[in-house]
């Protein structure tokens, strides 16, 4: 799922897709509309890849939580986001049953349910989008054996060879040089 380029921006409704980085902010594409808009750099901008759900042991990242609902409804869409609050929260055990209920709010639920149902229609919540891509590997290579290898062998600088020691020497010429000042007209 191509949930590395999908944003959610504070104060605006609605997940966008990053376009491009600009040196002073980012150009955006609404994911219902396809509507591209420019917005600066003092946006609060979240990364749905950096979203996780509170559990009681740990935090499940929003792309598990995605999958699990999917498969729930059979990647269909699922319940609104304006139910009550008792459906959001039967919703939520059923796609995260050890969620933390303390930490987890019912404005968290009822976002999680819609930024599902925004993906649906947009074409991102598909059987294929869950599958994780593999490394491309040459024949006879091994794709964790190539990373291992760079890991365990990090790029080390050259040691730097020891100058002497050689004393700095002020080029001067044969007079001294006379110090400037700024003159100042008075009055």
Known sequence: MLLEKIISISGKPGLYKLVSQLKNGFIIED????K????????????????????FDKEVP???V?????????????????STDEELREFMGASLPNYDTERVYYSD???????????????????ESFVKAEPETVEGESAEGDITADKA??????????????PKVKAST??????????????
Do not use: C
Not at 67 to 72: D, G, Q, R
Not at 153 to 166: L, N, S
């Open 31 to 34: 994911v219902t509309t396809k």
């Open 36 to 55: 591209k808009v420019s917005i600066g750099n003092s946006s609060q901008v979240s990364l749905l890849d950096n979203i996780a759900m509170f559990t």
């Open 62 to 64: 929003l792309f598990e």
């Open 66 to 82: 995605f999958e699990n609902i999917a498969k729930n409804h059979d990647y269909k869409e699922t319940i609104s986001h304006k």
């Open 109 to 127: 639920i009822k976002k999680l349910a819609q930024w599902y149902n925004i993906l649906h229609k947009a074409g991102y919540i598909t059987p």
């Open 153 to 166: 062998a990090p790029k080390k600088a050259a040691p730097k060879a020891d100058k002497p020691a050689t």
């Open 174 to 187: 044969g007079a001294k040089a006379a110090t400037k000042s700024t003159h100042r007209k008075m009055g």
